[in-house]
């Protein structure tokens, strides 16, 4: 049996998709653990791609089961439509399992989270509309409606009756919009219970008997460290926990089944939404890394703010999460470059800080301190081993490794399963 997590290192959208996929082959089993439809996994198989949203990326791999944590909040509209996406491109969705325990979106949560965003203007946290803030507010206040609610109609019923009491008052009172009517709800998702019941079960327990069995089970997260709403740049987050904590909290998974935690991290840094990014690039260079990245949201279709990779936030990342090594995506997209900065550090009001500051009002008036290193000038979107890759490339690299004290197991050189370089397997 081996365990492993995959967590993102960053903002999100660091690839975590494409490793997730590659190391699910090895799998048993793919579990999800927080998060919902809010985050966006780009697969590319041969000439075939796939964009997934809440379905585990093993989804693929049709020998693997693929399961949704209890952590996750679903929105049922959007796992069906994903589910009918998949038959369309000829994948069998037969090992596939839903956490009774996980939270339902509801329209309502999608209505107050963009009326929310309307009503702070300026300040707003920049989400995607999807309704995760508030469903996870309802979870965590103890009226949120759970998917094994929707087998027992009545009981469904009287859930939705309860939850609109109050809702609608907010919708009306403090945002001036139109209400929402139950039996319209109920019809709607009761139709929706039909489409997913069968995948209804206990994944806890699930997740335990293959752990019994010696299975490999691989965690997925979404989103990335600096989105936890524990440890990120507050209040500039998501609202779960994507570091590796979340595992034992979103699937029901003792911390003494965990073997490895695997980083993913993109060779330059990226940011979707509002908040303070101190090596964010807004000239040329920041296009320049936008257009070759092809750096736009799966979900959104957003435009990433880019920037040079920022070491100070990957020690971070190493620390909360517990990383025992490290995947690098996108090394190619550096392939043209003269020369490449490493941020090795902040100043802030004339002080050198060597450590991640999370208190907004100090990191978004940081100033990166950079190492230079020159750059490659060679493709490498071909090369299949660590030793084939050019020597500024593993200077690179190298410098990266050392400087968070992990080794890196994975260097992805493009979009594609096999445009990849394994230095040591996932599993043991």
């Not at 020998?63 to 369309?88: F, M, S």
């Not at 840094?269 to 257009?291: A, D, N, Q």
């Not at 040079?308 to 971070?316: E, P, Q, S, T």
Request: with cysteine.
């Amino acid at each position: 049996m081996s365990t492993v997590v995959v967590v993102g290192t960053q903002w999100g959208d660091e690839g975590k998709g494409k490793i997730t996929d590659m190391i699910g082959e090895e799998a048993n089993a793919v579990v999800r653990y927080q998060g919902g439809n809010n985050a966006g996994h780009t697969v590319v198989v041969g000439e075939k791609e796939y964009k997934l949203h809440l379905i585990p990326s093993g989804i693929l791999y049709p020998n693997t089961k693929c399961i949704i944590g209890n952590g996750v909040v679903i929105d049922p509209k959007v796992l069906i439509e994903e589910l009918d996406y998949l038959a369309q491109k000829g994948v069998e969705v037969d090992n596939f399992y839903i956490s009774s325990k996980a939270h339902l979106i509801m329209p309502y949560h999608r209505a107050l989270d963009k009326a929310e965003e309307k009503r702070k203007a300026n300040d707003k946290i920049g989400t995607t509309g999807k309704g995760i803030g508030p469903v996870y507010m309802d979870k965590i206040g103890r009226f949120g409606i759970r998917v094994e609610d929707l087998l027992d109609a009545d009981l469904f019923k009287a859930k939705v009756e309860e939850a609109l009491e109050l809702k609608n008052l907010i919708l009306k009172n403090v945002y001036g919009l139109d209400t929402f009517n139950v039996e319209d709800i109920v019809e709607e998702y009761l139709a929706y219970a039909q489409r997913i019941k069968e995948f209804i079960t206990d994944t806890s327990l699930l997740i335990n008997q293959e752990l019994a069995d010696a299975k490999n089970i691989l965690f997925e997260g979404a989103q990335g460290t600096l989105l936890d709403i524990d440890h990120g740049t507050y209040p500039f987050v998501t609202s779960s926990n994507p570091t590796s904590g979340g595992v034992c909290s979103g699937t029901g998974v003792g911390p003494t089944k965990i073997d490895g935690v695997l980083g993913i991290v993109k060779a330059y840094t990226t940011r979707v939404g509002e908040g303070p990014f101190p090596t964010e690039l807004e000239g040329e260079m920041g296009e320049y890394l936008r257009k070759v990245g092809h750096e736009f949201g799966t979900t959104t279709g957003r435009a990433r703010r880019c920037g040079w990779f920022d070491g100070v936030i990957l020690k971070y990342a190493v620390r909360v999460n517990g990383l025992t090594s490290l995947a690098i995506t996108k090394l190619d997209v550096l392939d043209d470059l003269d020369e490449i900065k490493i941020c090795i550090g902040y100043k802030y009001k004339g002080e050198l800080l060597d450590e991640f500051p999370t208190k907004e009002e100090i990191l978004k008036d940081c100033t990166p301190v950079y190492e230079k290193l020159a750059g490659w000038k060679e493709d490498t979107s071909k090369i299949k081993e660590y030793k084939q890759l050019p020597a500024n490339a593993k200077k690179y690299l190298d410098r990266i490794s050392e400087f968070v004290g992990t080794e890196i197991s994975i260097v992805s050189v493009g979009p594609k399963r096999d445009q990849t370089i394994t230095l040591k397997p996932s599993f043991k």
